[in-house]
């Protein structure tokens, strides 16, 4: 299953409300998940089963979408949150991730 | 705390071999499944390998599938991969992930370790 966001960059400023999308080749019902990757660092579980955010991560962050097209909103952004993000299909082997979106300060 | 602790990348000829561990604490591992993803430099995440709580089930990319063994030990609470025939396009930071599971049914990664590197070139 291939794994497709856009853009591939996002420029944007601290309070802007920001939207990633994530489109699936095929039907992955709701087994996406949305991680957040730094410079140098780990990837982090943001959000998983689409829309439920992950015990710990600020509620400015919200995932939605079934089957083929997703999204993850950021809704008033911070400046923590520049960063990289991928979406994750855990609907069938072998696990994909799409490219990335590297959010970037305006 | 989940912690997730690799080891063992190094520099390493093409063709050769080389054994990444990671040691995890700070949850029951063998109620857990376990993979391995890499991300080579300047690039995106690529998912490696999974294998089931139990360590009965494996899967593979098919990058690596012949070339690379996932296996893990749960009275050591630890996950390992033999990664053989080693290419220059394997050279990557290898990240260790934990995964719930429920019978048959794998779920996302939850938990990342903070990853190792390995380099093939000579």
């Known amino acids: 299953i291939q794994m497709t966001q856009s853009p591939s960059t996002l420029s944007a400023s601290v309070g802007d409300r920001v939207t990633i999308t994530c489109r699936a080749s095929?039907?992955?019902?709701?087994?996406l998940a949305w991680h957040q990757q730094k410079p140098g660092k780990a990837p982090n579980l943001l959000i998983y089963k689409a829309s439920s955010l992950e015990s710990g991560v600020p509620s400015r962050f919200s995932g939605s979408g079934s089957g083929t097209e997703f999204t993850l909103t950021i809704s008033s952004l911070q400046p923590d949150d520049f960063a990289t993000y991928y979406c994750q299909q855990y609907s069938s082997y072998p696990y994909t991730f799409g490219q990335g979106t590297k959010l970037e300060i305006k | 705390e989940v912690q997730l602790v690799e080891s063992g990348g190094n520099l390493v000829q093409p063709g050769g071999s080389m054994r990444l561990s990671c040691a995890a604490s700070?949850?029951?591992?063998?109620?857990?499944?376990m993979s391995w993803v890499r991300q080579a430099p300047g690039k995106g995440l690529e998912w490696v390998s999974t294998i089931s709580d139990s360590g009965g089930s494996t899967y593979y990319a098919d990058s690596v599938k012949g070339r690379f063994t996932i296996s893990r030990d749960n009275s050591k609470n630890t996950l390992y991969v033999q990664m053989n025939s080693l290419r220059a396009e394997d050279t990557a930071v290898y990240y260790c992930?934990?995964?719930?599971?429920?019978?048959?049914?794998?779920?996302?990664?939850?938990?990342w370790g903070q990853g190792t590197l390995v380099t093939v070139s000579s």
């Open positions: 992930a934990k995964v719930p599971q429920t019978g048959h049914v794998y779920y996302q990664i939850d938990s």
């Open positions: 700070g949850f029951t591992f063998s109620n857990y499944a």
């Open positions: 095929q039907s992955i019902s709701s087994w």
